[in-house]
């Protein structure tokens, strides 16, 4: 994990991300309805300079490989974001206390089935992480799931994300604060999907902060061993179990936002077919 900050800070001469309207845009329209009307995005690149200039947001315990960097996009950005999120409103799918809307394909349990390519200020994130050595050209991300939450009062409960992925994710958050739970799983709960399990505090091994605009990255054991949730609650208590917080803020809340939180789900899908491939071989 490290070595992908290293990497990061080496990754910061591409500046020529697309700004023009959708007016001025050269690129042909796009199938989708709404792709007609979707703002391209620019990530904000000194922004992203200044909070990858140190080590802090790596953490060594006590699970390893999570990483959050503060700031990844800057508020312009997000807004373009959270206006694009309101216009796929028409594939989202409403699930309990939030709604979902799936980019780049259908997950399988042999890979990525249907595979669109994603819009383009979805693969400007996209292209970004590679640029940054999140990830390697090879797994360039090519599904994005939308969680949109309805209200503070919204969360995910707690699963792993399963072996149809290539076993790295980021997350980008929007319009709010929230914490996410890192679980070790006990006997009885789901660790995959949706978990009718109630998120239980025994479980949970370590937190980490997640402000909006801020970008959380995982693998390894985080990934493979541990599941993450998010409780259903309107402020977030912090204390020392919450990873990237200064020990004054212990025994605070933050308050997440009232419009509810947005999260882009990141990740590389290895198509159904090369999957089934790697197996056989
Ligand atoms: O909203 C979040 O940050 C969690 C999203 C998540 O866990 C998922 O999409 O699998």
């Given at each position: 994990m490290r070595a992908l900050l290293r990497k990061a800070k080496e990754k910061?001469?591409?500046?020529?991300l697309p700004r023009e309207s959708p007016a001025t845009s050269a690129e042909a329209p796009s199938a989708h309805d709404e792709e007609h009307h979707v703002e391209p995005i620019c990530i904000n690149e000194e922004a992203t300079q200044s909070a990858e200039g140190?080590?802090?947001?790596?953490?060594?315990?006590?699970?390893?490989s999570i990483r959050v960097v503060n700031d990844w996009i800057d508020r312009n950005t997000e807004s373009v974001l959270v206006r694009n999120v309101a216009r796929g409103e028409g594939r989202a799918v409403k699930l309990t206390g939030r709604s979902t809307q799936a980019y780049g394909g259908t997950v399988t349990s042999d890979g990525l089935a249907d595979q669109e390519a994603l819009p383009q200020w979805l693969q400007a994130l996209s292209d970004r992480l590679v640029a940054q050595g999140v990830y390697p050209p090879s797994h360039t991300p090519n599904h994005v799931l939308i969680n949109d939450y309805i209200s503070p009062e919204s969360g995910i409960f707690p699963h792993k994300d399963g072996a149809?992925?290539?076993?790295r994710v980021s997350i980008l958050s929007l319009s709010s604060s929230a914490v996410m739970d890192f679980h070790r799983p006990r006997s009885?709960?789901?660790?995959?999907?949706?978990?009718g399990d109630r998120p239980s505090?025994?479980?949970?091994v370590c937190r980490v902060f997640l402000p909006p605009r801020s970008l959380l990255i995982f693998d390894g054991a985080a990934y493979t061993d541990y599941l993450h949730g998010i409780c259903a609650v309107a402020a977030d208590v912090i204390d020392?179990?919450?990873?990237?917080?200064?020990?004054?803020?212990?025994?605070t809340s933050v308050a997440r936002s009232e419009s509810g939180r947005i999260s882009l789900t990141i990740r590389h899908v290895p198509p159904a077919t090369a999957k089934a491939h790697q197996l056989d071989g």
């Open positions: 910061q001469t591409d500046r020529s140190g080590d802090a947001g790596v953490f060594t315990a006590p699970i390893s149809a992925y290539w076993p009885g709960m789901s660790t995959s999907g949706e978990c505090t025994e479980t949970v020392e179990s919450v990873l990237n917080t200064d020990p004054h803020t212990h025994g």
